[in-house]
């Protein structure tokens, strides 16, 4: 058994060493990790400059890109094969929401099941003081479940973990994914210079769309377990777009042969 743990806190963040150190007992663990924090990198690859990488202990690999660098070095190059499972994480703050879409940590998750890897992202509420123990055995409890009834197919898990000790943490609870609302995301000030500066932050203030939500499994103490499907197609709406098409359907090409049609395609 092969796990590959990676994040985007960095790899001397203590939130991947504890996930590292829990998930040794379900197998050899392989740590690939960017040298530095990465949060809110997304999906970002690194195309335009070379990438280092840096071997800290066995089995351990910093490397100077993002975290979906690390899930490719990891998988196609640095692994003596794919793993059979891949864990990001345990990141310090929650992922919830939209977050996903801005998230390294989840991103990482998401690049491992374009690469066939089952996948988990883990994430534990918090700002400063976290329960990462808590988390790890959550994570170690779902990693168990995954590898002995795997994923669907372009499935990744993305797992929140309240920050709470382990006895106090009320279990775990599926979710769907919730919006938030900020309250003001755009901080103007001025510079020593007098130049004005911006710096987007900004506190969360509400969330939407609640049925099942993920925060509220968080707010109530208990594990939120999300399942993030690849295909983001709205697929319940394709009927009210295809009246937007300007091209004929697929059946037309097989009557009119493929090279008659390209051209027409086009206008
Ligand atoms: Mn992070």
Not at 180 to 189: G, V
Request: proline fraction near 6%; charge should be positive; charged fraction near 20%.
């Amino acid at each position: 058994m092969r796990i590959l743990v990676t994040n985007d806190d960095g790899i001397h963040s203590p939130g991947l060493t504890v996930l590292a150190k829990a998930l040794s007992k379900l197998g050899e663990v392989w740590v690939v990790a960017p040298d530095r924090e990465r949060t809110a990198a997304a999906h970002a690859v690194t195309l335009h400059k070379p990438l280092r990488v840096q071997q800290l202990g066995t089995r351990i690999y910093a490397v100077s890109g993002t975290p979906v660098d690390c899930v490719n070095l990891a998988v196609l190059k640095l692994l003596p094969a794919p793993p059979d499972l891949l864990l990001s994480g345990i990141n310090r703050g929650v992922n919830l929401g939209d977050d996903v879409l801005y998230s390294g940590t989840v991103s990482a998750a998401m690049e491992g099941t374009i690469l066939g890897v089952p996948s988990m992202a883990v994430s534990q509420e918090g700002q400063s003081q976290f329960h990462f123990d808590a988390g790890a055995r959550y994570a170690v409890r779902i990693a168990r479940l995954i590898l002995k009834e795997g994923l669907p197919d372009e499935t990744l898990v993305n797992l929140n973990i309240p920050n709470r000790p382990f006895g106090s943490i009320t279990g775990v609870r599926v979710t769907c994914l919730s919006r938030r609302r900020f309250d003001n995301p755009i901080i103007e000030k001025m510079d020593p210079h007098g130049r004005t500066y911006y710096w987007i932050a900004g506190t969360r203030v509400s969330w939407s769309r609640s049925k099942d939500a993920d925060h509220e499994a968080i707010e109530q103490g208990a594990v939120s377990l999300t399942p993030i499907h690849l295909d983001t197609t709205n697929h319940g709406v394709l009927d009210r777009f295809r009246k937007w098409e300007t091209v004929r359907r697929p059946q037309a090409r097989l009557i009119t042969g493929s090279s008659k049609l390209k051209g027409k395609q086009r206008n």
